[in-house]
Each structure stands twice: as C-alpha cells, then as structure tokens.
C-alpha cells in the first residue's frame, strides 16, 4: 500500500507529537510501504509559518530533509492532479486539502489523515 502523508500527520511525524499514534507511525517507518508527501503541504507550512501560525522547532530547510531521511518522497503538483481538483465536490474550501485530495485521487494513494470532512470524499483514507 502507498501512502499520502496530510500536512498535520507530517508535520506531528517530524515533531514526534502524541497526536501521531503508533499504528501510523509504524506504517510511516514501514520501509515495505511507500509513503509521499505533497509539495502542497510544504508550501501550507510555510504559509503558516510566515503569518505565525506556526512554530517550528527546526528550520524550515529540514522539513526536506527529515522526509528525504524517511524516505518519505515529495510529489510535486502536475497537470493530473489539476484536472482532478476540478472534477471533485467542494466538501471543503481549503485549498492545501482539495489539492491532497486530489493526489490521493490521481495517484491511488491512501490519504494519512485525521480530518473528518475528507472522509466525504472517495478516497481511500487511514487513521486509528
């Protein structure tokens, strides 16, 4: 099984957060699963980390490479996924999980997430 990382299940990976349980944690470190992370959850991060919403404990350069160490790989966005987002309902406006959403959809990948309104999507998604 392949894997989308959400950008608070990255994000609690990297800051070894409680909120992470450790069934998806095990599967995250799963060298046998292949797990990405979307380029889009990088650039939420830096948003919010430029209004101040968001505290990091290392420099946003390390984001990089704690995923690369973890073999977690950063899928950028492509012209599918664009052509998927405007195929799926607007259950959520957030732009960052449309566009998660939407690589999850086009790359047949199970989503990584806690957030209850992605569940109304038809995607394949993970949380204990």
Request: aromatic fraction near 10%; include cysteine.
């Amino acid at each position: 099984m392949a894997f989308l990382l959400d950008t608070h299940t990255f994000f609690w990976f990297v800051a070894g957060d409680n909120q992470l349980s450790e069934l998806i944690r095990k599967k995250i470190l799963n060298l046998n699963e292949s797990c990405f992370l979307s380029i889009a959850s990088l650039w939420e991060i830096a948003i919010k980390k430029q209004i101040g919403k968001l505290v990091l404990n290392v420099g946003f350069d390390e984001l990089f490479r704690f995923a690369e160490r973890n073999q977690i790989e950063i899928v950028s966005i492509n012209e599918t996924h664009l052509t998927t987002l405007l195929t799926i309902a607007l259950i959520t406006h957030d732009p960052f999980d449309r566009i998660i959403v939407s690589q999850a959809l086009s790359e047949d990948l199970t989503l990584i997430s806690r957030d209850k309104k992605l569940k109304n999507y038809k995607i394949k998604l993970l949380w204990d």
